[in-house]
């Protein structure tokens, strides 16, 4: 992304700005709220099905990273894990998803339909979004 890494960073730790910035996504609601560390219901849609999960969102600015650890639903345990990193080309904004199934069996069958179908798919949306959203800012367009 071709913005400052502080204003992507704070863009995205900014979870009441995404349904704003972000159009597959729904609401957000807090059930705490801290400065560094949230609970939060997310609800997304993903090619017209909704999709919501509760999930512990923790803001480290000293390492410049946001974590994510899933609370309830078929993505419970996941680890999201999103990371800035400078580039001479811009910021590298990565985010890792780590699901361990609690149904080991399960997750030959299930995996393919939650994480490609639907992880993959919001995240990507997600990231696409928010470039556009950190780069109209950090470049506005003067008459």
Request: charged content about 25%.
């Amino acid at each position: 992304m071709r913005a400052p890494r502080i204003s992507i960073f704070e863009t995205a730790a900014n979870l009441e700005l995404w349904p704003k910035i972000l159009p597959h996504y729904r609401y957000i609601r807090y059930l705490e709220r801290g400065s560094n560390r949230n609970v939060v219901v997310m609800a997304a849609m993903r090619s017209g099905i909704p999709i919501s999960w509760t999930s512990e969102q923790i803001i480290d600015r000293d390492k410049c990273e946001i974590h994510f650890r899933h609370l309830k639903a078929w993505t419970k345990g996941m680890h999201v894990a999103w990371k800035f990193t400078d580039m001479p080309e811009g910021v590298l904004v990565e985010i890792s998803h780590d699901l361990q199934f609690r149904v080991r069996a399960l997750g030959l069958i299930v995996d393919p339909i939650i994480g490609n179908f639907f992880i993959h798919d919001v995240a990507n949306k997600t990231l696409r979004c928010m470039k556009q959203y950190v780069e109209a800012r950090a470049n506005p367009v003067t008459a």
